[in-house]
């Protein structure tokens, strides 16, 4: 059975920088694509990035493009989201989440086809950011 665990989170002032981790076990990720969501008090769960383990076709959502970077470590079974220039709007509770991804999705699509999909494969139990002064 897969299973995720975040970790990483923290307080951090604005404009600076934290690595979320999230950890698989239970299975190796091949063909799947691993994701972050966050949630802020009185919000709705945003989608914020994901990676392929096929061929490492990412996506991220408007609002952290060019300030947070997903990456992966095969060896460790594990996907990182590393979030520079954090802003006080990134404050929110950050959950991983894994969806194996079937052979028919072309990988330059893999953030349409997560974040439209709610039959994920497995969650992970969510890591708490604060970015404040």
């Known amino acids: 059975q897969l299973q995720l665990v975040e970790s990483g989170g923290g307080l951090v002032q604005p404009g600076g920088s934290l690595t979320l981790s999230c950890a698989a076990s239970g299975l190796t990720l091949n063909h799947y694509a691993i994701g972050w969501f966050r949630q802020a008090p009185g919000k709705e769960r945003e989608g914020v990035s994901c990676i392929s383990t096929r061929d490492d076709n990412t996506y991220y959502a408007d609002s952290v493009k060019g300030r947070f970077t997903i990456s992966r470590d095969n060896a460790k079974n594990t996907v990182y989201l590393q979030m520079n220039s954090l802003k006080r709007e990134d404050t929110a509770v950050y959950y991983c989440?894994?969806?194996?991804?079937?052979?028919?999705?072309?990988?330059?699509?893999?953030?349409?086809?997560?974040?439209?999909?709610?039959?994920?494969?497995?969650w992970g139990q969510g890591t708490q950011v604060t970015v404040s002064s």
């Open positions: 989440a894994a969806l194996r991804l079937p052979s028919f999705v072309h990988t330059s699509f893999v953030g349409i086809y997560f974040f439209g999909r709610t039959d994920f494969d497995s």
